[in-house]
């Protein structure tokens, strides 16, 4: 990001400065933009969400260099521990790709391990589609569509069980959530500021734009909350 001599700090920065009565949410940012500086620009904001999502693609650095990516997985993980560490209910969220050309499954073993070990709330994982006119089309040892799938499958399972691990250190939290629509149960539905999709428990419950709320539980993947 660069705009008439600003970086991407300074934007965050202005954001932060500003009076704007919104919520400002990081759709999706390179680590190796992230810093510690960038961070900590998040912690107690009361426009900028709580919220990275950051593009991973693989845990091995073989794959990473050949998809010519600009950090490692050590440069990654170093990312993650910041937030973890200052900003501990942070929704964090990484895309993956699986079936990369060359990806073994000694690779993917160690993508999945790697995930394994790290803190998160969910994942984005989809298949490497190849795309003509790139430089991954023309690469060797393409991977077995089934392959593909198969890996993928076990991306999702992981992620469906990272973020129920994520929403359990949530309940009993207290969380600004912003209505969005009212679903066939009845219930008030809408995200949190660290990207959670919660229920408001009452039907009865007015619209408001912004509401402080308590999560109460987790039932049949229905994060409940309750208007403070």
């Given amino acids: 990001y660069s705009y008439e001599g600003r970086k991407f700090l300074d934007l965050i920065k202005l954001l932060n400065d500003s009076n704007l009565k ?8 390179e680590p190796n933009i992230l810093n510690r500086e960038i961070i900590t620009e998040f912690v107690g904001s009361n426009i900028l969400c709580p919220h990275f999502h950051i593009p991973l693609q693989s845990g091995s650095d073989k794959i990473l260099k050949l998809m010519r990516r600009r950090y490692n ?16 209910d942070a929704g964090i969220g990484f895309d993956v790709i699986t079936g990369f050309p060359g990806e073994t499954d000694e690779d993917f073993d160690e993508t999945y391990s790697y995930l394994e070990n790290l803190n998160f709330s969910y994942l984005h994982p989809f298949s490497y589609s190849e795309r003509k006119n790139t430089e991954s089309a023309n690469l060797m040892n393409k991977v077995n569509e089934q392959i ?6 076990q991306l999702i399972n992981l992620s469906t069980k990272k973020h129920f691990d994520f929403v359990l250190t949530q309940i009993g939290k207290e969380h600004f959530f912003i209505a969005e629509t009212r679903k066939a149960d009845g219930y008030l539905y809408g995200h949190t500021s660290n990207y959670l999709e919660v229920a408001l428990d009452d039907e ?16 049949n993947g229905i994060i409940l909350s309750k208007k403070i």
């Avoid at 919104?22 to 940012?29: A, H, L, N, P």
């Avoid at 593909?148 to 499958?153: G, I, P, S």
């Avoid at 007015?206 to 539980?217: D, N, Q, T």
């Fill in 204 to 219: 009865n419950e007015k619209y408001e734009p912004k509401m402080k709320v308590r999560l109460i539980s987790f039932i």
């Fill in 73 to 88: 997985t050590n440069q990654f993980l170093e990312k993650i521990h910041i937030i973890n560490e200052l900003i501990p």
């Fill in 148 to 153: 593909k799938k198969k890996r993928t499958q």
């Fill in 22 to 29: 919104s919520r400002i949410r990081i759709s999706s940012i």
